[in-house]
């Protein structure tokens, strides 16, 4: 946390976030009103800081092909290799039972939608759920029936060995085995990507290795259609993070995407999403989750229970790490 932080307070002051007399926007607290005013197309965001590098890929991909589904599937593929990162991949944190499962879902704003939950052995599950999406009647596949059809499409298969630093992690986890939610830990992160096209065309993806020491086929809101992601081309798109459970409970990011429709910002959107999430949780004190918008237009907005959730954002004036408000 105190990493992502310093990350932070670095980026703010290197990129043009500054308002006049040199005082930041997050310094100022005037972020609902510039998400409100600012519009960008084309435009890129994704969850915490890890979208950065996710973003500089979606970005020359889109800037070569033209392609924005193509887009956010490569960006995110970026944070599914990073070894550093234990919200995502096969590198991610366990189950309980030590098996690394991984969610994934992409989305087009025709409605077109693809997404694998629990499934095993898949370097890419976001591409697998793009296969989902192209090359098959279903919207979902999951656990073993994911797992083979991603042999029937020529995916390798790799090794659940776990990686250094989740094994590491898991074995002091067994001490007391013991699961409790900590807010801003890198044990309910997730990367969220969505993207306006030059076109004025959304796409969105997500992806994740879910909850650290889960139950044993536990699926958290990524692989939701309307939880964690959900585009539509006449509106605009939205992208949840945090605790799963609580984001499905209220079906997040078609909240926001509906809230929109019927007039609202992505800003308030946003912050209307979470007041809800709020209310039908209990110890919200031990919940994270945060949600991040872009209209047809390309306003965005971004908001989360607690402070400490940050967005990358890519247009073609630069990229930059912004801090979100948050509701305490």
């Not at 972020?31 to 996710?54: I, Q, V």
């Amino acid at each position: 946390m105190s990493q992502r932080r310093n990350f932070l307070k670095k980026t703010l002051i290197t990129t043009g976030l500054l308002l006049p007399g040199g005082i930041s926007k997050a310094a100022s607290g005037l972020y609902g009103t510039a998400f409100a005013s600012e519009r960008f197309k084309p435009l890129l965001l994704s969850t915490w800081n890890h979208g950065m590098p996710a973003n500089d890929r979606a970005w020359e991909v889109l800037n070569r092909t033209g392609n924005l589904v193509d887009a956010v599937e490569e960006g995110v593929k970026v944070t599914e290799l990073d070894m550093e990162n234990l919200s995502v991949g096969l590198q991610g944190l366990p189950d309980r039972e030590g098996i690394p499962t991984l969610d994934a879902s992409i989305m087009k704003g025709d409605g077109s939608c693809g997404t694998v939950a629990f499934v095993r052995q898949v370097k890419h599950p976001i591409s697998l759920a793009r296969k989902v999406m192209d090359e098959t009647p279903h919207v979902m596949l999951a656990g073993e029936g994911a797992r083979q059809f991603a042999i029937a499409q020529g995916f390798p298969m790799e090794s659940e060995k776990l990686s250094p630093k989740a094994e590491e992690m898991y074995q002091e986890w067994k001490k007391t085995s013991q699961y409790k939610p900590v807010v801003n830990i890198e044990n309910h992160d997730t990367i969220g990507m969505i993207g306006l096209g030059a076109d004025g065309k959304l796409a969105g993806s997500c992806t994740t290795s879910g909850l650290a020491f889960k139950m044993h086929g536990r699926v958290g809101d990524s692989p939701i259609i309307g939880a964690g992601l959900f585009v539509d081309d006449e509106v605009g798109a939205a992208t949840a993070t945090g605790l799963g459970e609580s984001i499905i409970r209220i079906c997040g990011s078609f909240l926001i995407v509906e809230l929109m429709r019927q007039g609202r910002t992505p800003q308030e959107a946003c912050e209307e999403a979470v007041r809800r999430l709020i209310a039908k949780n209990k110890d919200i004190k031990d919940i994270q989750a945060g949600f991040l918008a872009i209209n047809k237009d390309g306003e965005y907005g971004a908001y989360a229970v607690h402070p400490g959730f940050n967005f990358a954002r890519h247009h073609k004036n630069g990229q930059d790490l912004v801090d979100s408000k948050s509701k305490f």
